[in-house]
């Protein structure tokens, strides 16, 4: 069984999918969100985690790693926020961060 944190922060997707905490990524007809079959073709997806962080706010580092995200990644379909922390100093917020699964389709 694969662990919850990844270290090279990549899995396939197909470990989510079957995992009964990560049921929701299923379509109503079990099928992954997002992964639609052409034809007889079966797609296959990634994960990647992605760190992003803002000085403005949770939406600002979301948006700002979706963005970075898809200057590198082809075909993302869809992103689950895993965890979001604030950094603190001196009593008031400094950083937004947004710790988030990326799921993208391999090219053929």
Known sequence: MLPYHFSAGICLVAYLLLHPR????R???G???GLRN???EMS???VSEISAT???SFEDAL????????KTLRNIRSAWVKEQQVHVSKGSITEYQVNM????VIDD
Request: charged share 25%.
């Open 27 to 29: 379509g109503a007809h």
């Open 54 to 56: 803002s000085s403005k």
């Open 101 to 104: 699964m990326v799921t993208f």
């Open 44 to 46: 296959v997806a990634k």
């Open 31 to 33: 099928r992954p969100r």
């Open 38 to 40: 052409k034809g007889d």
């Open 22 to 25: 990560y049921g929701h990524l």
């Open 63 to 70: 948006k700002g790693g979706i963005a970075r995200a898809n």
